[in-house]
């Protein structure tokens, strides 16, 4: 029976002294574990008032380029983030010297694992130095990932943020813009519209030719230079081909196109049953069609 009162004795003291251990580990770390909390939120905080502190800041320097203000801010967010992740690792008592060493030796295979990430930053840069678009940019993607097109809401680090025509949200990489041919609808400050009309061989060609070249004329958003031009493009089937050809600003190129060729019907119409078109249709001439070099384009 004393045997056996020792052995409880025993195991009660190496229980006692477990809890006081596990006490005493739990009173000295759990206060640094806490402040590295409040660090990490208190960080995540001060690095999202540091990037909107500086986009307010460079917006009133109107000489820096928007797409330029929301790369530095979101790189600055990133280095505060940074930061704040080596002071909370340093408080909970993770050398930041040793870490930094293991990530060093460890940079190539994160290199490997992270390839496409790291290819997003470096085509961010290149989107950034070289600029093929800037903020509200309608842009389109020939090549790659087909079907991206919208207007560019925001330039990141890793990826851009494009808003189709109809409002839908586009979450693209960088990657996707960078890698593939690209072809930017607004960045010019003019736009060629082009239709397309049939006219039977009995209309008089000259009147017909007047009538759609004061209906591009009496446009507001048709510019005067370059000027309007109506020519014959073919005669077939016994009918006149004629294309117009007028020259718009990028906003407006979609309500002329859309205003032009009820206006050429309607003029059409208007001069006689002879004149009345059985086609009106815009087209897009190739980069190869004779019409497009007819005016330069305005850069």
């Known amino acids: 029976m004393p045997s056996l009162v020792t052995e409880a004795e025993l195991s009660t003291n190496h229980l006692t002294r477990a809890a006081d251990l596990a006490w005493s580990w739990a009173a000295s770390f759990l206060p640094h574990l806490v402040t590295a909390l409040a660090i990490l939120i208190v960080g995540a905080l001060v690095a999202n008032w540091t990037q909107r502190a500086l986009q307010r800041s460079l917006t009133r320097l109107l000489s820096i380029d928007p797409t330029v203000r929301l790369f ?29 060493a293991v990530l060093g030796a460890a940079g190539l295979a994160i290199g490997l694992a992270l390839q496409g990430t790291l290819s997003n930053i470096a085509a961010g840069l290149m989107l950034l130095w070289l600029r093929p678009f800037h903020l509200g940019d309608f842009v389109e993607v020939l090549g790659g990932v087909a079907g991206i097109a919208g207007k560019v809401k925001e330039i990141g680090l890793f990826t851009c943020q494009l808003e189709t025509f109809d409002g839908v949200f586009l979450f ?27 006219l039977p061989a009995s209309a008089e060609l000259e009147r017909a030719r007047q009538a759609l070249l004061d209906v591009a004329v009496k446009h507001p958003l048709v510019v005067e230079a370059p000027a309007p031009a109506v020519f014959i493009d073919n005669f077939t089937g016994g009918n006149f081909v004629l294309n117009l050809v007028c020259w718009t600003t990028p906003p407006g190129v979609a309500a002329v196109q859309r205003a032009i060729i009820e206006n050429a019907r309607s003029a059409l119409a208007a001069l006689g049953p002879e004149f009345a078109p059985p086609t009106v249709t815009r087209v897009v001439p190739p980069d190869t069609d004779p019409s497009r070099l007819m005016a330069p384009a305005r850069d």
């Open 72 to 100: 530095l801010a979101s790189m600055l967010r990133y280095a505060v983030l940074v930061l704040v992740l080596v002071a909370a690792l340093t408080q909970i008592g993770v050398q930041t010297t040793s870490l930094l």
């Open 172 to 198: 693209v990489p960088n990657s996707a813009l960078w890698n593939a041919a690209l072809k930017n609808h607004t960045r010019n400050a003019g736009r060629l519209v082009s239709i397309v009309v049939v």
